[in-house]
């Protein structure tokens, strides 16, 4: 023990002593670089000063678009683990089994105080809820979870949630996020592709709106199948929306490619996309366009979305602070 030690007050001692702070109390905005305060990114709903949008989780995104946070999950029926027995680096199933576990950690760390139940067992999430109080299944693409492919588990997803919208007679709305089919299950993801494509077909015949909002990325087989056939398409600002890599089409055809190419902007003015919305607006944009799709003569009143629970949690931090003062 040297001197200092001993001639230090212990109300010093304290206020010296070294602090750990969060390893994730910072995020770079990859549009500028600038670092900004995580918690800053969370009530802005993860877009930067810059305006760039962040990728994130299906329950921010169901917090983002249900009214008053609540909602119904819907379970999504089980699929055979590793169908071809595909063999790489790494099992198939070791891959399954790690995606599984980083996605329970993340959703640990968002309902620390609570929160309304989510189900996911792979990249797909349902939930069954209102927005701008008309009657919707909201199906939500987890790009952390193997890059939000498409395989046997999200088709099956897909088509169990277009039928529970036909089933209770709501609107679809589908938040795209995914790097195109899986290739551990090869042909099997690729016949996902039409599955999808009758559920879609189904949901025009009974004359319910089938809203698609395409978020970064949205590639491959997702982009040639159930991305594309929307009423409405709906894009966030720079969003990466492609079937391949510009990086791929510009070493097929030996050229370089215009700018901002393949970003929701880009197809916007080609008529691809409908309208690009900012994430902040996206909920009263979505409001509007089912509001007219699905008006209120034509919605059936169902008793499952009164009994919704108010989920315990995401309590605005003013609040928090007043009920200490308290």
Avoid at 197 to 212: F, G, Q, S
Wanted: with cysteine; aromatic share 6%; charged share 25%.
């Amino acid at each position: 023990m040297n001197w200092i030690t001993k001639v230090t007050p212990p109300g010093l001692k304290t206020m010296l002593a070294k602090k750990e702070t969060p390893d994730d109390l910072w995020v770079k905005c990859p549009a500028s670089g600038e670092l900004v305060y995580k918690t800053d990114l969370e009530e802005n709903w993860w877009v930067t000063p810059a305006g760039a949008h962040m990728r994130i989780s299906p329950r921010t995104r169901c917090r983002l678009l249900f009214d008053e946070e609540r909602w119904e999950p819907i379970l999504l029926p089980p699929v055979p683990s590793d169908p071809l027995k595909f063999k790489d680096d790494k099992p198939y199933p070791a891959r399954i089994k790690a995606a599984k576990a980083k996605i329970a950690a993340r959703e640990k760390r968002e309902t620390e105080n609570g929160g309304a139940p989510l189900l996911q067992d792979d990249c797909m999430v349902a939930a069954y809820g209102k927005i701008g109080g008309v009657p919707t299944v909201l199906l939500v693409q987890d790009f952390d979870f193997m890059g939000g492919s498409l395989g046997m588990a999200a088709g099956e997803a897909f088509v169990t949630a277009a039928q529970m919208a036909l089933a209770r007679k709501a609107a679809f709305v589908v938040c795209t996020a995914s790097g195109g089919a899986r290739m551990q299950e090869g042909t099997l993801s690729l016949m996902q592709m039409p599955r999808t494509t009758l559920a879609v077909n189904e949901l025009a015949e009974a004359k319910l709106p089938y809203i698609v909002v395409l978020t970064d990325p949205t590639s491959g087989g997702v982009s040639a199948s159930y991305a594309m056939l929307g009423d409405i398409h709906l894009a966030e600002p720079g969003a990466m929306i492609a079937f391949s890599g510009p990086r791929v089409i510009e070493q097929t055809i030996r050229e370089s490619l215009p700018k901002g190419f393949q970003r929701s902007e880009f197809l916007r003015e080609k008529g691809q996309v409908d309208i690009v919305v900012d994430r902040r607006e996206m909920k009263a944009t979505l409001t509007r366009i089912l509001s007219h799709l699905l008006p209120n003569s034509r919605r059936r009143d169902d008793a499952r979305i009164t009994a919704l629970s108010q989920p315990k949690t995401h309590v605005p931090k003013a609040a928090e602070t007043k009920g200490k003062t308290a």
